[in-house]
């Protein structure tokens, strides 16, 4: 029998290898969730949309993952089944969710297409256009959230001890990347108007590539498997208990990191999808400019963010760029909403915070939770967060609604901005707490990561 004497995660070349393609599954992945907002508009006046159902378009992508607690289960069930089992399927319902969402969207459909009679039945204050992208961004929703768990876990088997959080932070680069394309690309697409639907097929069938890139690295994953079981005996994979998550939730900076998690990311994400909206009310952008602006703070970050992982993997310092990056997202939105400064400013800064934070607080966790429970951990905090990232873009449309009776087409986002203004400080405690505990009981947060 060949002797292995290196395994395939011991290559660089194959670690980078592996990066570009779970990247790619996540470049699309953000895609899909962005291509919406630059298309806001025309959603409200093709679909007959308010902002609340746009608020509900958005959110309904957490509700598996918060109300079904999706993600914790998808990240128990990858823990238990393994990466490729799990992997697979996530991505699959990804592309599905995605593909409905289009189907939703288009012109057959609303013609009456298959499930068009069905969606009309009920409900009859929601179009059923509305039902059935809101079904497919269900799907769609379960699918990506749980795939990014994948996608961690991943970088765990394959970069921990070997720059795990420039992985990390590359990782969310190439997430950004989808989100930047999505921002610039799709109002480009849909020209205004006429080409709305095609916008939407573009980035369906985007998530579907994904689907194939994930096949592609299911093979390399096997082979990863067959090498590492040749030299090192092979555990049986851990059965899920609720001991152990018992044991994860009784970890307070755990905690605080999971509560940094859903208030940071609920400042900026449900922003981010009301963004171009906003420019264009407040600054008298097009849709094209607007969307340009918000495309920097993704662009911005798919640099920073591996940059600053680089810096941590070697300094440390999580807790502080924790607390740094909170304090930023605080004062940008506060200058938002009680200044005229020229947005690209505030932007460039929240490019910073939205760098900092990511590529301090996610590869922390393994200073927290033992690799076999990784994915249960990252299934917490997703779910977690995704309780925000269902309640704030709703809670966004609504208060939008109230303080613009009317439905006018350009709308005063003070108070909405202000909401984002308050996450942002809740967050701030919370990465002071997670700092002092680390103090307190030194769970190594602030130590460099490029250590065994
Ligand atoms: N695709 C947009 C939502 C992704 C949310 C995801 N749970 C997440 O937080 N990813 C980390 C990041 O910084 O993007």
């Not at 959110?59 to 990240?75: E, H, K, Q, R």
């Not at 203004?421 to 460099?448: H, R, T, Y």
Request: hydrophobic letters at 50%; aromatic letters at 16%; proline letters at 5%.
């Amino acid at each position: 029998m060949e002797k292995v004497r290196r395994a395939l995660n011991d290559s660089p070349a194959m670690r980078w290898a592996v990066l570009v393609l779970v990247g790619f599954v996540l470049s699309v992945n953000y895609y899909f969730y962005d291509a919406f907002s630059t298309l806001k508009d025309l959603l409200l006046k093709e679909f007959n949309f308010t902002n609340t159902d746009y608020g509900l378009f958005v959110s309904f992508y957490s509700i598996p993952n918060t109300f079904l607690l999706m993600a914790v289960i998808g990240g128990a069930i990858l823990d238990r089944f393994g990466i490729r089992r799990t992997g697979f399927m996530f991505v699959f319902f990804m592309a599905f969710g995605a593909l409905l969402t289009a189907y939703g969207a288009s012109d057959y459909y609303s013609a009456g297409g298959p499930g068009y009679g069905l969606m009309a039945s009920f409900l009859p204050n929601y179009s059923p256009e509305l039902k059935m992208m809101l079904l497919g961004r269900f799907f769609f929703g379960l699918g990506a959230e749980t795939s990014i768990v994948v996608v961690s876990k991943i970088l765990v088997k394959w970069f921990k001890g070997k720059n795990l959080a420039l992985a990390f932070g590359l990782k969310v680069g190439f997430g950004r990347l989808g989100t930047f394309a999505a921002l610039q690309v799709s109002p480009v697409v849909a020209g205004g108007g006429p080409n709305l639907t095609t916008a939407v097929w573009l980035a369906a069938i985007l998530v579907l590539s994904g689907l194939l890139a994930f096949m592609v690295y299911m093979l390399l994953d096997a082979k990863l498997d067959k090498q590492v079981a040749l030299t090192t005996p092979t555990a049986a994979p851990e059965k899920f208990s609720f001991k152990d998550l018992g044991v994860i939730l009784s970890n307070r900076p755990f905690i605080y990191i999971v509560l940094l998690c859903v208030t940071f990311y609920s400042a900026v994400f449900p922003f981010v999808s009301y963004a171009p909206d906003f420019f264009a009310d407040k600054f008298g952008f097009t849709d094209v400019q607007s969307g340009r602006v918000t495309s920097l703070l993704p662009i911005g970050t798919a640099f920073f963010t591996p940059l600053f992982g680089f810096i941590i993997d070697r300094y440390g310092k999580s807790a502080t760029a924790m607390i740094l990056g909170s304090l930023i997202v605080l004062g940008v939105h506060l200058t938002f909403a009680y200044t005229m400064v020229s947005p690209y400013i505030p932007v460039i800064f929240l490019g910073i915070a939205f760098s900092l934070v990511p590529a301090a607080m996610w590869p922390s966790m393994v200073k927290l939770v033992k690799d076999s429970r990784i994915g249960t951990a990252y299934g917490i905090m997703y779910s977690v967060q995704n309780l925000g990232l269902w309640g704030i873009p709703l809670l966004a449309g609504i208060i939008l609604d109230k303080t613009n009776p009317g439905n006018p087409l350009v709308a005063d986002y003070t108070m909405t901005i202000l909401m984002f203004a308050g996450l942002g400080l809740v967050g701030l405690l919370f990465s002071l707490l997670l700092k002092f505990e680390d103090k307190k009981k030194a769970f190594g947060i602030e130590l460099p990561l490029n250590k065994k």
